[in-house]
């Protein structure tokens, strides 16, 4: 069985640019959650998304938004990018909009603004 | 808020030694604590949880129990391994399981070498 696949695997922008992210969940698999790594804050939740509708958001300014497509595939855009937003941006995926013990994560993508 | 507070890396240790990595959290109602694993390169892996107080979660020699009284889920080995070198992150959830709705929250992570 397929893990969570994430793309890109590593992106370079530069401050005032916009990126979408990528990613696809394990077969059958309903709920995407996205997060972000820094060595700052640690890993902080973003949003999670459960058949195509946004279930929960964690305190992250509008310019990072996400969308679930039919196929529980999900992508996130972060725009106007700042050079705060290089992170290491996680995605995770579960059967049923469940918690921790339930999610299954991708290796992430390497997000460096410039 | 809630929060998880870990203890600040890395920790090294030799082959055989005894791990112990604490996490203390604070939480508004009755969480769930987990430790997830990082290893180089890799997204994380669940490792082991206890869903309420005093139950130990358990897999791969690694154990940590749920002290409501301390508000503590430190994790233990007995004998580490050159292949445990990871990042470790404490982490918990308040509220409902599958169509609930939960923030969860993460330590900072703790980063382990374990030398030969």
């Known amino acids: 069985k397929a893990g969570v696949t994430q793309t890109p695997r590593y992106l370079i922008k530069t401050r005032g640019q916009q990126v979408t992210l990528s990613c696809s969940p394990i077969s059958g698999h309903r709920s995407v959650s996205w997060y972000q790594q820094t060595p700052g804050q640690g890993l902080q939740f973003l949003f999670e998304?459960?058949?195509?509708?946004?279930?929960n958001k964690g305190n992250f300014p509008g310019r990072f938004s996400g969308r679930q497509f039919s196929n529980s595939r999900s992508e996130m855009n972060v725009s106007t990018l700042e050079l705060g937003d290089s992170a290491l941006y996680l995605c995770?995926?579960?059967?049923?909009?469940?918690?921790?013990?339930?999610?299954?994560f991708g290796p992430g993508t390497r997000l460096t603004v410039l | 808020g809630d929060s998880v507070t870990q203890m600040e890396g890395p920790v090294t240790l030799s082959e055989e030694a005894f791990l112990t990595i604490n996490c203390t959290y604070t939480a508004t109602g009755y969480p769930s604590l987990f430790w997830y694993v990082q290893y180089p390169g890799e997204g994380l892996q669940l490792l082991l949880k206890?869903?309420?107080?005093?139950d130990k979660g358990s897999n791969k020699g690694f154990e940590a129990t749920y002290r409501k009284e301390t508000t503590s889920f430190h994790l233990e080995k007995g004998s580490v391994q050159v292949s445990d070198s990871a990042v470790y992150f404490c982490?918990?959830?308040?509220?409902?399981?599958?169509?609930?709705?939960?923030?969860?929250?993460f330590g900072r992570g703790t980063s382990l070498i374990v030398h030969p």
């Open positions: 982490a918990l959830r308040v509220g409902g399981s599958s169509g609930g709705s939960y923030i969860p929250t």
């Open positions: 995770a995926s579960s059967l049923g909009a469940g918690g921790l013990d339930e999610q299954f």
């Open positions: 206890a869903t309420k107080a005093d």
């Open positions: 998304y459960f058949s195509e509708t946004q279930r």
